[in-house]
């Protein structure tokens, strides 16, 4: 009986403590170094774009080993379909993007996003521009 009620002190005495570790490995600071890696569609350069864009404060670098983050993800594009241009008159496409940012040092994913854009009128741009926005967001956010 005295074991588990000891156990049950010493874990809810530790558990705040855990919980503020886990926040602080999960936060991107602002000027950190970010390796983006290659994505089908060539979506990396979008990327390198939306986040200047978006002025996030971090630093693009072009060589893994000094980043402290990388960005790593899937870019997807549907072009519109004939019946959607003759019925809708629609010539806008569909397009996803999911990113994870992971610390090279943990191997860690601190952030991670999904894009899904219907009738996109700039394409991959708008997904690229909204994965930037939300990194803005979450390096705001640790402020």
């Known amino acids: 009986m005295k074991t588990i009620l000891l156990a049950t002190l010493l874990a809810a005495g530790l558990a705040p403590m855990i919980l503020a570790q886990e ?5 991107i600071p602002a000027g950190s170094k970010v ?8 979506f990396q350069d979008y990327l390198k774009a939306a986040l200047q864009a978006k002025k996030v404060p971090v630093v693009v670098v072009d060589d ?8 790593a993800g899937h870019s997807e594009s549907e072009k519109a379909s004939t019946a959607k241009k003759v019925i809708m008159w629609n010539w806008h496409s569909n397009e ?8 090279v040092a943990s191997g860690e994913v601190v952030f991670a996003y999904n894009a899904n854009k219907q009738s ?12 930037a926005k939300h990194i ?7 402020k």
């Open 120 to 131: 996109s009128a700039h394409g991959q741009r708008s997904t690229a521009e909204a994965c």
């Open 35 to 42: 390796f983006i890696a290659p994505m089908e569609d060539s």
């Open 64 to 71: 893994k080993a000094s980043a402290d983050f990388e960005i």
């Open 23 to 27: 926040g602080v490995n999960k936060i």
């Open 96 to 103: 996803e993007a999911s990113i994870a940012v992971v610390s």
């Open 136 to 142: 803005k967001e979450k390096i705001e956010e640790a």
